[in-house]
């Protein structure tokens, strides 16, 4: 079973301030998917990364798949308090007309101003 | 922007009751999945339905559950006899294509099973 984890598990920090989420696979994946829940909302897909060593940005969050596609980080510059969310990743699983998602459990970031 | 709608937002019913949380897929998307995510816990998949057919279902989708589209515009979830660990908030997504690019998901149903 392929598992995702993501760490780290919680980031609390000030406005203005960088930071890093990172999420690994306990085995190599075709693709994988950033989104970013809000409390009692769906996920919002924010991007999907499909090759090795891809690095994909939006605005001033900047996504990266490792050259060995076992895993994938999230970089926000100058972290906004609108940027308050839990960031998860999935991979796309399974094959044919079936690519159910597997999770990570998420980080939760909190930007206080 | 097109968006996926589910109905309702919060349900609360009793132990044994049958519940149906309803989505609307996006009109032109083909495949269509339902997720539950228990408080604290990781997003769980339960079923993918494409063609008018479940393409693959999860262990946690067992005798109880069901899913329908009834009338080519909703996409229904179905559980005939709820128990207390049913509590969770029930996503459905959609896409396009099978799901390699990304999913449309609607805000969920919160249920709450007493």
């Known amino acids: 079973t392929q598992l995702l984890e993501q760490s780290p598990q919680f980031l609390s920090i000030q406005e203005g301030e960088n930071l890093t989420v990172y999420c690994n696979s306990s085995s190599v994946f075709s693709s994988l998917q950033w989104y970013r829940q809000e409390p009692g909302e769906g996920p919002v897909l924010l991007v999907t990364?499909?090759?090795g060593g891809e690095v994909k940005k939006l605005k001033r969050l900047t996504f990266q798949f490792g050259d060995a596609r076992k895993d994938s980080s999230l970089h926000i510059t100058a972290a906004q308090t609108g940027d308050t969310g839990l960031y998860l990743c999935?991979?796309?699983?399974?094959?044919?007309?079936?690519?159910?998602?597997?999770w990570g459990l998420g980080t939760s970031l909190a930007v206080n101003p | 922007e097109p968006e996926v709608t589910q109905t309702p937002s919060h349900q609360v019913t009793q132990m044994g009751q049958e519940v149906i949380l309803r989505c609307v897929p996006i009109s032109n998307h083909l495949y269509f999945y339902w997720y539950r995510q228990i408080l604290g816990q990781k997003v769980e998949f339960l079923v993918s339905?494409?063609?008018?057919?479940?393409?693959?279902k999860s262990e946690i989708f067992d005798d109880q559950f069901s899913v329908e589209r009834p009338d080519g515009s909703n996409f229904t979830l179905k559980i005939r006899s709820t128990k207390l660990e049913d509590s969770a908030m029930y996503f459905c997504?959609?896409?396009?294509?099978?799901?390699?690019?990304?999913?449309?998901f609607g805000s969920g149903t919160r249920l709450t099973v007493v």
């Open positions: 339905f494409y063609n008018n057919e479940i393409s693959e």
């Open positions: 999935a991979l796309s699983g399974g094959a044919g007309n079936n690519r159910k998602l597997i």
């Open positions: 990364v499909v090759t």
């Open positions: 997504a959609s896409s396009e294509s099978p799901g390699y690019y990304g999913y449309t």
